[in-house]
C-alpha cells in the first residue's frame, strides 16, 4: 500500500508543479496582479504540500526530525486552502466584505497552523513511528492532531463548493465560469478525501483494520488535486486546447476524405490545385490543406456530373432503419461509385445529370460542408 499511497503523492506532486509551471510563464505581463500572485502562492503551497508527502513517504525523518515531512506537509495545507479560499474572494469582488474575509481566512489559517504545531509537539512526532501520522493512532494526542487537521481541510472545501455556484453566476467570462466549476467538483472530490481519512483515523483508533480500503483517501486526494489544478490554469490553457481539438478534428476530417479524394484525382488530375507530394505547404498549415482538399472533392464531383444517374437516386439506401443523414450520404456515395466506374469505361447514363451540386447543402458554411463530406467519404470507403 506504501507503493500506492507515493505514487499517488507523486501524481499530485506533478500536476502541481506543471500548473505552477504552466502559471509562471505568465509571470513576464501578471507579475503585479495581486491575484495572480495570490494563485502563484497557491499553486507553490499546492507543490510543497505533495512534495512532502513523497518525501515523508520515502522515510520516517527529514532534515534529521523524525516525521518533520508530515509536520510541514499538513502545515502547508492549511496554508494552501487558506491561499485557495483568498483566490475565490479575489476572484469574487475587490470589496470592502472580501477584503475582511481574506483578513479573517488569514487570520484562521495561522491560528490551525499554529495548533498543529503544538499538537505535533505535545504528542511527542518527532519520537513516533510515522504510521501514527499516516493510518492513524488511538495515542488521544496523536488522534485530536490528525482529526484537526482532516478539519481545517475539509471545512474549506465546503465553503468553497458553496462559494463557487454563487460566484460562477456572477462572472460573464466563460473561461471563469469553467474554473469555478471544476473547482467545485474539486472540492467535492476533496471533501470525500477528508470522509475517507476520518473512516481511517477513527477505524485505526479503535483497532479496525480495514485493509486495501485505506487508499481510498489517497485516490480521493489525487483526484481532487488533478482536477484542482486544471481549475487554477483553466483560464490560461483553455484556448491553446481549443485550438488543439480544433486541429485534431480537422486532421481527423482530413485524413477521413482522402479516399474520396485519391478516387475523384485518379478520375480527374486535373482538380488538384497543386501537384501531390509537392510539399509546396506545410503540415502545421492544416487549415489550407483541408480547405484545398475541400475545393477538388467538389471539382471532382461536377466532373462527375454526365456520369451520375439520376434514376438510380436511391440505389444507396439500404438500411431502412438508418437515420436520414445516413441514407442521404449513402446514396450520395454509392452515386460516386457508380459514376466513377461509368466514366472509366465511358458509358453516359441516359438520365445523367450536368449541372447542380450535392444536393441540399450551404457551400458558405464550411464546418457542415467538412462534416457532410467526411460522412460521405466514410460510406464511400466501406461500400468501394
Known amino acids: 500500500m506504501n507503493t500506492t499511497r507515493t505514487l499517488c503523492f507523486v501524481i499530485a506532486a506533478l500536476s502541481s508543479y506543471g500548473a505552477l509551471a504552466y502559471r509562471l510563464r505568465q509571470a513576464g505581463r501578471s507579475r503585479r496582479d495581486t491575484a495572480y500572485r495570490a494563485l502563484v502562492v497557491t499553486l507553490s503551497l499546492q507543490c510543497l504540500t505533495f512534495t512532502m508527502g513523497a518525501v515523508a513517504m520515502g522515510g520516517d525523518s527529514f532534515l534529521g526530525v523524525g516525521n518533520l515531512a508530515i509536520l510541514v506537509m499538513h502545515v502547508s495545507a492549511v496554508a494552501f486552502c487558506v491561499s485557495a479560499q483568498i483566490i475565490l474572494l479575489r476572484w469574487a469582488a475587490a470589496t470592502e466584505e472580501a477584503v475582511r474575509r481574506v483578513r479573517h481566512w488569514l487570520i484562521t489559517g495561522t491560528a490551525l497552523g499554529g495548533l498543529l504545531i503544538a499538537l505535533f509537539f505535545v504528542a511527542d512526532g518527532p519520537a513516533r513511528p510515522a504510521t501514527d501520522f499516516n493510518t492513524g493512532s488511538g495515542q488521544p494526542p496523536v488522534l485530536a492532531y490528525l482529526l484537526v487537521f482532516v478539519v481545517s481541510q475539509a471545512v474549506p472545501c465546503v465553503t468553497i463548493f458553496r462559494q463557487c ?220
Not at 197 to 217: H, K, M, P
Not at 293 to 320: K, N, Q
Open 165 to 384: 455556484g454563487p460566484y460562477a453566476r456572477m462572472t460573464d467570462k466563460a473561461s471563469l465560469r469553467q474554473a469555478l466549476r471544476l473547482l467545485s467538483v474539486a472540492a467535492v472530490v476533496l471533501f470525500l478525501y477528508c470522509t475517507c481519512r476520518t473512516v481511517n483515523i477513527l477505524t485505526a483508533a479503535a483497532g479496525i483494520d480495514i485493509g486495501v480500503w485505506q487508499l481510498a483517501s489517497n485516490v480521493f486526494s489525487t483526484a481532487g488535486i488533478v482536477l484542482l489544478s486544471l481549475g487554477l490554469t483553466i483560464s490560461s490553457w483553455e484556448a491553446s486546447a481549443a485550438k488543439l481539438r480544433d486541429w485534431l478534428r480537422s486532421y481527423r476530417s482530413y485524413r477521413a476524405l482522402y479516399p474520396l479524394w485519391r478516387d475523384l484525382y485518379e478520375a480527374s488530375p486535373d482538380i488538384v490545385l497543386e501537384p501531390p507530394g509537392a510539399a509546396a505547404v506545410p503540415v502545421s498549415d492544416l487549415n489550407y490543406r483541408l480547405h484545398r482538399r475541400v475545393v477538388e472533392i467538389r471539382d471532382g464531383w461536377r466532373d462527375l456530373r454526365p456520369y451520375i444517374d439520376r434514376s438510380a437516386a436511391g440505389a444507396g439506401e439500404t438500411d431502412p432503419g438508418a437515420g436520414h443523414e445516413h441514407r442521404q450520404a449513402l446514396a450520395e456515395a454509392a452515386q460516386i461509385r457508380q459514376a466513377l466506374r461509368a466514366k472509366r469505361t465511358g458509358t453516359v447514363p441516359d438520365h445523367s445529370r450536368d449541372a447542380g451540386g450535392f444536393e441540399d447543402r450551404d457551400p458558405d458554411n464550411f464546418t457542415a460542408e467538412v462534416a457532410w463530406l467526411t460522412q460521405v467519404a466514410s460510406v464511400y470507403r466501406k461500400i468501394s
